[in-house]
């Protein structure tokens, strides 16, 4: 027993990092120790594997991409806080977000789907605002769930669903309560998963939720 827990606390999976080039440290690193330390951590150093500019280039060209003649951007240089000028009235339709495990588009009649498998949500395209070029926002459904509440691209690493202090966060849900919305989220799986019951019910308890939340097991 003592050899394993030895193992557990003395070795460190960055002692195989020897080398500047970080393919070489990942192909010595690729085995099993390496896939337990990556089930333990689960986090990856963003400096190390993804590539950087200064926050200066970064927001130039974001500011430049984000650009419309209705679009009035902020002073400041670092941030795309900006006014999007609407020439017609404002509506306040109901609103409803469904986010599917698993869903791919070719389950949808619309997309060629001769099953039959979503009825109902075939049924409400007609009578809804559908967007049918809209892509994932990452490779697993929390990263959906990410994208619709705080309405971000994926980020590197883990999901903020997931990540440690990430109470208080701008989403989508303030914005309609901003509007006089209700908002409410009901969600039929296990609340302990993925870290969602925390990250709705007490993370975003400003933005996602009001008095009539309901989360169900």
Same mark, same amino acid.
């Given at each position: 027993m003592f050899i394993p827990v030895a193992?557990?606390?003395?070795?460190?999976? %960055?002692?195989k990092n020897i080398c500047s080039n970080n393919y070489v440290n990942e192909l010595a690193g690729n085995g099993t120790y390496e896939f337990g330390a990556a089930f333990c951590n689960n986090k990856i150093d963003y400096h190390q594997f993804y590539r950087e500019q200064n926050d200066t280039a970064n927001l130039t060209l974001l500011r430049k991409m984000l650009q419309a003649p209705?679009?009035?951007? =902020?002073?400041? @240089?670092?941030?795309?806080?900006?006014?999007?000028?609407?020439? &017609?009235? /404002? %509506?306040?339709?109901?609103?409803?977000?469904? =986010? $599917?495990?698993? !869903? =791919?588009?070719?389950?949808?009649?619309?997309?060629? &789907? +001769?099953?039959?498998?979503?009825?109902?949500?075939?049924?409400?395209?007609? +009578?809804?605002?559908?967007?049918?070029?809209?892509?994932?926002? $990452?490779?697993?459904?929390?990263? $959906?769930? /990410?994208? !619709?509440?705080?309405?971000?691209? @994926?980020?590197?690493?883990?999901?903020?669903?997931?990540?440690?202090? &990430?109470e208080g966060l701008f989403s989508l849900g303030s914005v309609f309560k901003s509007k006089g919305y209700e908002v409410n989220y009901i969600y039929g799986g296990n609340s302990f998963f993925d870290n969602m019951g925390y990250f709705l019910a007490i993370t975003a308890i400003k933005c996602l939720i009001k008095e009539t939340y309901r989360m169900h097991w």
């Open positions: 193992g557990y606390f003395l070795v460190n999976n %960055h002692l209705n679009v009035t951007f =902020s002073t400041d @240089p670092l941030s795309i806080e900006r006014k999007i000028q609407n020439d &017609n009235p /404002e %509506h306040k339709w109901n609103v409803v977000l469904i =986010s $599917g495990e698993s !869903l =791919s588009g070719d389950y949808l009649k619309y997309f060629g &789907n +001769k099953e039959n498998i979503t009825p109902y949500l075939d049924s409400l395209i007609p +009578k809804s605002l559908f967007f049918s070029n809209f892509y994932a926002s $990452g490779t697993r459904t929390v990263r $959906g769930l /990410e994208a !619709l509440s705080l309405v971000i691209p @994926p980020t590197p690493g883990q999901s903020i669903v997931r990540r440690p202090n &990430n």
